[in-house]
């Protein structure tokens, strides 16, 4: 409706309108984001969550993860660097994978402040590949440390521009990990 009372059919986008579309965009993403944990959330609790593992190219899916990121990013004016060299294929469910990165590189955008980078980097080893989020974000204090991974875990560090945070994020992330027969953790 906001959209079509702007912008008659034919007129090119002003730059009123393109804000405008992005932040629907941004908020479609973020409701998105919210309702994939709910349902992710859902299923766990039922032990409904199945993968459908098959080989994926996780340099590609980090790729597609950070483009989609960075107009949040950007609203923040943070900057997002990738840094993924080609690697063998992992036999992985890639639709939940792509939610773990998601919410981790959401998450480091949410709690960082605009002039920070965030960085998602893919380091292969011997035979394992391990995926890091930096950001420059406030990070865990004592009191976070053993309850980060725990459902609706509120922790010190608040969202820097008022984004919603369901407390499930990170539990999701565990879980989702677990049953791919990995593990997941945090710096400081």
Do not use: W
């Not at 294929?89 to 949410?110: F, M």
């Amino acid at each position: 409706d906001v959209v079509l009372s702007l912008c008659e059919p034919g007129e090119p986008l002003s730059a009123d309108v393109h804000n405008v579309l992005g932040g629907i965009l941004r908020g479609a993403e973020e409701m998105r984001t919210i309702i994939d944990d709910f349902v992710a959330f859902g299923a766990l609790q039922d032990d409904a969550l199945t993968l459908r593992p098959r080989p994926l190219d996780l340099p590609s899916l980090l790729a597609h993860v950070v483009d989609s990121a960075r107009g949040a990013a950007a609203a923040k004016g943070i900057d997002l660097e990738l840094r993924a060299p080609p690697a063998p294929p992992l036999p992985a469910d890639e639709d939940r994978l792509r939610q773990v990165i998601t919410n981790l590189l959401s998450n480091a955008i949410k709690f960082s402040q605009g002039g920070t980078r965030t960085t998602v980097l893919c380091l292969p080893g011997a035979g394992v590949l391990r995926v890091e989020v930096r950001d420059q974000g406030p990070g865990f204090d004592e009191a976070d440390l053993d309850r980060a991974f725990q459902r609706y875990a509120r922790l010190s560090a608040q969202p820097t521009a008022g984004e919603p945070s369901t407390g499930l994020g990170l539990s999701i992330c565990r879980r989702i990990v677990e049953i791919h027969g990995d593990r997941i953790g945090f710096a400081n």
